[in-house]
């Protein structure tokens, strides 16, 4: 996934740019913010050595700007195989189709998937104009975050009523429960060889969310995480 200023010269003004459902919520003068996947997005924060450090320890990183597709019905996972897309056998699961695209099983007919850097499965289904009996397209506005370093069970401790930890959840499995009183979905994830957790929620709440990952983040020696810290 590649990001780009926007005040670099070339910039389409007429684009319709998006702003990521979090961005109210963060800093104006500290944040360097690009236009990823057609989203304004927080790339940098405080500098790549402080934010390479609070990864390590408690770093809080807003990932709404990753492509998303939903799609629901008694069809849709054949329609899915159909366009070769990998799905997992079990509900509450998921896996990786070709390594750049995330798939997660929410219900027995119910998938939510995320093209991760480099991919581009969920903008092609998206792309996709026919219509099938029994398959339906789920609109997704998601606020999503990456949750990394040795103190991010605490923070979560904190803020979910269930065990989230590694002898709880197993790799390959999609939770959705409470996290600070919001439904949201939850999952372990390694990303460049780093183990990470991901948190989605309705985007309606994604300001609220950042405020309060990221106050618990700095209590515990971390903060927030920009996007280019993830960036390939």
């Known amino acids: 996934m590649q990001g780009f200023d926007v005040n670099k010269q070339g910039f389409d003004v007429n684009k319709i740019v998006q702003v990521s459902p979090t961005a109210h919520a963060q800093s104006a003068e500290i944040t360097q ?12 924060f405080e500098g790549a050595d402080i934010e390479k450090y609070r990864k390590k320890v408690l770093g809080v990183t807003d990932v709404s700007c990753l492509a998303r597709y939903g799609v629901k019905g008694p069809q849709a996972a054949q329609w899915l195989a159909d366009h070769e897309i990998a ?19 929410l219900g027995s007919s119910e998938f939510l998937l ?12 998206a792309a996709d104009s026919s219509r099938q009996a029994n398959v ?10 990456i ?13 979910c009523a269930i065990d989230l930890s590694e002898q709880s959840l197993s790799s390959k499995e999609v939770v959705m429960t409470q ?5 949201a979905t939850v999952l ?5 060889g780093e183990p990470v957790y991901r948190l989605w929620c309705d985007g ?25 810290q993830y960036q390939n």
């Open 33 to 44: 913010w690009q236009i990823v996947n057609d989203m304004k997005i927080a790339v940098g």
């Open 179 to 183: 996290v600070a009183g919001i439904s």
């Open 87 to 105: 799905i997992p056998a079990n509900s509450n699961s998921w896996t990786m189709c070709d390594q750049k695209t995330l798939v997660m099983r």
């Open 204 to 228: 309606t709440y994604g300001a609220y969310m950042w405020q309060v990952l990221l106050d618990i983040a700095v209590e515990l020696g971390g903060g927030a995480v920009g996007l280019a």
């Open 114 to 125: 995320e093209d991760q850097w480099g991919g581009g499965a969920c903008k092609q289904l």
């Open 136 to 145: 339906y397209k789920v609109a997704r506005a998601d606020a999503a975050f």
């Open 188 to 192: 372990r994830q390694t990303i460049a």
């Open 147 to 159: 949750l990394s370093g040795s103190a991010v069970l605490n923070l979560l401790s904190e803020l």
